[in-house]
């Protein structure tokens, strides 16, 4: 029922923007984090150390009102080791549709290993109020195009929070951080 109207208040926005909203440019930093994530837990937006790292993907956001900046971080996805991750943000309004992005790199493909990934983005020029977002994971050489991984209003009047967006624990390719074994190579779809 809560997604029904969560899709009903996309389509609303989409209908009444349809003649008059904006997309504005999100002002962005990216940061990608090597395997087995940021060193410093700052920059996946934790307080101090991260003692349950490995046990859940987390995504974290705080919002600096003085300087108007959003920042979110996704704190331990499972990608394959091998690949190119990047993170970017389309802003309509109130509505922000994060894309996480993972391809094969155009060396050697992929690994076959999971490892532990950490992605963050800090978008400017984001005004005080509730928000919408839509956090999409775009793994470029799986069939089926990006998926949602999660989708909500976030109230920055509130000035940080979280969201666990998967509590499966990571199996050991969270902690190593030693280089991938072999490569496979891989075709995409696209």
């Not at 994060?98 to 493909?109: L, N």
């Not at 109020?129 to 839509?134: L, M």
């Not at 929070?161 to 995409?188: F, M, N």
Request: charged share 25%; proline share 4%; hydrophobic share 40%.
């Amino acid at each position: 029922m809560v997604s029904s109207r969560i899709w009903t208040a996309i389509a609303i926005v989409w209908a009444f923007c349809a003649g008059g909203c904006s997309q504005v440019a999100a002002v962005q930093e990216a940061k990608i984090s090597e395997q087995g994530g940021f060193r410093n837990p700052e920059h996946r937006l934790a307080a101090a150390e991260d003692g349950g790292y490995c046990s859940a993907e987390v995504l974290r956001w705080q919002y600096d009102e003085p300087g108007a900046t959003l920042r979110l971080a996704d704190a331990r996805l499972m990608l394959d080791c091998c690949g190119k991750r990047a993170i970017h943000v389309e802003r309509i309004d109130s509505l922000f549709e994060v894309t996480e992005r993972d391809a094969p790199d155009g060396a050697g493909g992929r690994c076959s290993e999971q490892c532990a990934f950490d992605l963050s983005v800090g978008v400017h020029d984001v005004p005080q109020g509730d928000i919408y977002v839509k956090l999409l994971r775009d793994v470029v050489d799986q069939q089926g195009g990006p998926a949602v991984i999660w989708s909500g209003s976030l109230d920055l009047g509130v000035s940080a929070g979280a969201v666990v967006l998967d509590e499966t624990p990571a199996e050991a390719g969270c902690q190593a951080k030693g280089s991938p074994r072999q490569r496979s190579k891989t075709v995409a779809a696209r």
